[in-house]
């Protein structure tokens, strides 16, 4: 069966420092990937996607993220981070029918 | 334009109420998706509809009534609710399927806030 992990259900970074939110997946093939960021009481805005061609994934507002299939990885990152960033963080992956959804990690960027 | 339109933005209604929810994009996206999330949790689907037509129903209970008027339009029809049912109701669309068969990348709406008292 398909699944999602978000590795870190809390992570903190100060103002201007790198962000990484980690994301593995299982699957039985290549999904098609993505990050959606979701502010609060706001609907989910998608950031970035993987389909299977470059696995270097560049989204908006800085973000990027790299597919690597022996990790079965698909980690977010920022160079640097601003205040704007705080926010919960989705990885989803695209299954048979419907999203699979991880469980979401919650971002904090400290003055 | 990629924006999904959902009115009301907040929504309080009694046990004993009816009452609707709407949906609207102009993407020409042929698949729209109902959604439910409850504090600090992903999204959990409710519904799918595919060219018009329910696809899935994820065993949601009788008291949501979801509805597609025509392409661009979904509504969620709200009866008899329970407190339990309070949450943020998220309406997306995609392109019908990915190149992977799988659903196509979906944009939300910014949701209705949902209280039953």
């Known amino acids: 069966a398909q699944s999602v992990t978000q590795l870190d259900s809390h992570v903190s970074v100060s103002e201007g420092t790198p962000v990484l939110l980690r994301c593995n997946y299982s699957?039985?093939?290549?999904?098609?990937l993505f990050w959606y960021v979701q502010h609060p009481n706001k609907g989910l805005q998608l950031l970035l996607k993987?389909?299977?061609?470059?696995?270097l994934v560049k989204g908006i507002n800085g973000f990027e993220a790299e597919f690597k299939k022996s990790e079965t990885s698909f980690h977010l990152t920022k160079p640097s981070a601003h205040m704007s960033d705080a926010a919960e963080y989705f990885c989803?992956?695209?299954?048979?029918?419907?999203?699979?959804f991880g469980t979401g990690t919650r971002l904090k960027v400290l003055a | 334009d990629t924006e999904v339109t959902q009115t009301p933005k907040h929504l309080v209604m009694g046990m004993t109420n009816k009452k609707s929810l709407k949906c609207e994009q102009h993407?020409?996206?042929?698949?729209m998706y109902w959604y439910k999330q409850k504090a600090k949790k992903p999204p959990e689907l409710m519904f799918v509809?595919?060219?018009?037509?329910?696809?899935i129903n994820e065993s949601v209970p009788s008291r949501f009534s979801p509805e597609c008027p025509n392409s661009s339009l979904l509504n969620l029809h709200l009866h008899a609710l329970q407190p339990e049912d309070s949450a943020l109701y998220l309406c997306?669309?995609?392109?019908?399927?990915?190149?992977?068969?799988?659903?196509?990348?979906?944009?939300f709406g910014p949701g209705t806030r949902l209280t039953v008292t």
């Open positions: 509809y595919s060219y018009e037509k329910l696809s």
């Open positions: 993407m020409g996206h042929r698949a």
């Open positions: 993987y389909t299977s061609a470059a696995t």
């Open positions: 997306a669309s995609s392109q019908d399927r990915s190149s992977t068969g799988g659903p196509g990348e979906q944009y």
């Open positions: 989803v992956a695209s299954g048979t029918y419907k999203y699979i």
């Open positions: 699957s039985s093939y290549s999904p098609s």
